[in-house]
């Protein structure tokens, strides 16, 4: 009843390739309440990173955290009279690809200025 032109042929399906070698990354997130003694720092950070050759992306600027206060200027009466306050955290982001050991020793014996808050993950 079936002809052979009807009947399903198997398709043959490719492989996936297999995944590339995972690539470690040092990522270096800065912190930091003023954004020029920020944006100071990443400058020295990416200096001390490129002295040794290494390959970086970045940086790459977060989004600002700000938080917002709201105080009574008075104790007890004039609730109506409110003054409020902001503090903004500015964030920038680094990607170092593939750091030898003098890189990750480098930015070890970095000196920063205060204020300044750094996070170091291998991802």
Same mark, same amino acid.
């Given at each position: 009843?079936?002809?052979? /032109?009807? !009947? $399903?042929?198997? &398709?043959? *399906? ?6 590339? =070698?995972?690539? #470690? ?39 600002? /955290?700000? !938080? $917002?206060?709201? &105080?009574? *200027? ?6 109506? =009279?409110?003054? #409020? ?39």
């Amino acid at each position: 009843m079936a002809t052979e /032109e009807t !009947k $399903k042929t198997p &398709v043959k *399906r490719a492989r996936k390739a297999a995944a590339p =070698a995972t690539v #470690q990354r040092l990522r270096i997130k800065v912190r930091a309440y003023e954004h020029k003694v920020l944006d100071a720092s990443v400058r020295q950070i990416m200096d001390t990173a490129l002295r040794y050759d290494a390959k970086i992306a970045g940086p790459i600027p977060l989004p600002t /955290e700000i !938080k $917002k206060y709201t &105080v009574n *200027r008075s104790t007890f009466v004039y609730k109506d =009279a409110r003054e #409020q306050f902001e503090m903004r955290i500015h964030k920038r982001l680094i990607d170092i690809i593939d750091p030898s050991p003098k890189v990750i020793e480098a930015l070890t014996n970095l000196s920063l200025p205060s204020g300044v808050t750094i996070d170091v993950k291998m991802v």
